[in-house]
Nanobody
Framework: QVQLVESGGGSVQAGGSLRLSCAAS????????RGWFRQAPGKEREFVAT???????????DYADSVKGRFTISRDNAKNTVYLQMNSLKPEDTAVYYC?????????????????WGQGTQVTVSS
């Protein structure tokens, strides 16, 4: 049974940092895209960042414009884990953050392309 489990969420003041982790079990995701999405109350789930396999040991990252320069996605395939380092947090970053995995090729930014999802972790940024 495949499971994705997020951790690292919490409450922080604006300007602070958090690091989210997403540990996978049940299969290996080294050649899958691993992404992060978020959903604020009353809003659609939106793309945040993804790290995509390009072949061999090469991976590329892609970010939503709203987090570019502040968030960094990384992965440790040996641990089957993906991370999201979030710096310079803003109140508008407040949301439930979900990790996901996709077997689709190319740039994978839409939630419909992701096969597996975690349960989410709350991030709250106060002003």
């Amino acid at each position: 049974q495949v499971q994705l489990v997020e951790s690292g969420g919490g409450s922080v003041q604006a300007g602070g940092s958090l690091r989210l982790s997403c540990a996978a079990s049940g299969r290996t995701f080294s050649n899958y895209a691993r992404g992060w999405f978020r959903q604020a109350p009353g809003k659609e789930r939106e793309f945040v960042a993804t790290t995509m396999w390009s072949g061999g040991s090469v991976y590329y990252a892609d970010y939503a414009d709203s987090v570019k320069g502040r968030f960094t996605i990384s992965r440790d395939n040996a641990k089957n884990t993906v991370y999201l380092q979030m710096n310079s947090l803003k109140p508008e970053d407040t949301a439930v953050y979900y990790c996901a995995a996709s077997s689709a090729a190319g740039v994978v930014r839409t939630k419909e392309e992701y096969n597996y999802w975690g349960q989410g972790t709350q991030v709250t940024v106060s002003s």
